[in-house]
C-alpha cells in the first residue's frame, strides 16, 4: 500500500504546481499575443489580449485543482 505524502510536502507540491500553471499559461497567451501581433501589424493589441487570456486560463485551472482537493 502506496504511503500518504507528508503534509507539508503535499502543500508545496501543490504550490509549485500551481505557480508552474501560472507561469506557463501567461506565457503561452504572451508568446501567441506576439506572435499574431507580429502577424498582423496590430502591436500590442494581442499581445494584451493574450496575457489577459492567459492569466484567466491559468486562474481556471488554479481553481479546478483546488475544488478537486
Given at each position: 500500500?502506496?504511503?500518504?505524502?507528508?503534509?507539508?510536502?503535499?502543500?508545496?507540491?501543490?504550490?509549485?504546481?500551481?505557480?508552474?500553471?501560472?507561469?506557463?499559461?501567461?506565457?503561452?497567451g504572451?508568446?501567441?499575443?506576439?506572435?499574431?501581433?507580429?502577424?498582423?501589424?496590430?502591436?500590442?493589441?494581442?499581445?494584451?489580449?493574450?496575457?489577459?487570456?492567459?492569466?484567466?486560463?491559468?486562474?481556471?485551472?488554479?481553481?479546478?485543482?483546488?475544488?478537486?482537493?
Amino acid at each position: 500500500m502506496p504511503e500518504k505524502p507528508n503534509g507539508t510536502w503535499s502543500a508545496l507540491s501543490t504550490a509549485s504546481n500551481i505557480g508552474l500553471t501560472m507561469v506557463a499559461t501567461v506565457a503561452v497567451g504572451l508568446f501567441l499575443g506576439r506572435w499574431v501581433d507580429h502577424y498582423l501589424g496590430t502591436s500590442p493589441w494581442f499581445t494584451v489580449a493574450g496575457i489577459v487570456l492567459g492569466m484567466l486560463a491559468g486562474l481556471w485551472s488554479t481553481y479546478k485543482k483546488i475544488v478537486k482537493s
